[in-house]
């Protein structure tokens, strides 16, 4: 496993899925797991490319691109699609739970409920299907970009 005292369970977790998938673990796709696991963000392969290249100077996007495709394709992450800016957000966290986007400013954040568990629970249950993950997504602003708006609109 990894060696870096820094090193997360959740990174962990995500090591073993590229083991799995026979993928060498090469530093750069260590520190792709540790990232992944321990930004509270929702990042996008650029944002996580831009991040690690100072420290990983023979980092290339293909990797980044790679590495979360083999994470996305073995359910050790899930790929949430755009959050109005065009670009593929990503999300280590596969606990159950909903994803709150902003359609202004694109912040993604996670909202644990218990209903989402139960939900899963129930679907499983009827369906006879093994979920390995859901998207259930909700759309707005977020508080700070609410804000704005109404500074905005009182300025004006």
Known sequence: MLTDARTSPSAERLVRA????GLRLTPQRLAICRYLAETPSHPTAQEIYRALKPEYPSLSLATVYNALETLVSLGAI????DAGDDATHYDANTEPHLNL???RCHRIVDLPHQAITQLEQEAEAQSGYRILGARLVYYGLCPDCQRQAASATNAG
């Open 18 to 21: 590229l083991r799995q998938a």
């Open 101 to 103: 986007v902003c359609v």
């Open 78 to 81: 899930y790929a949430l699609g």
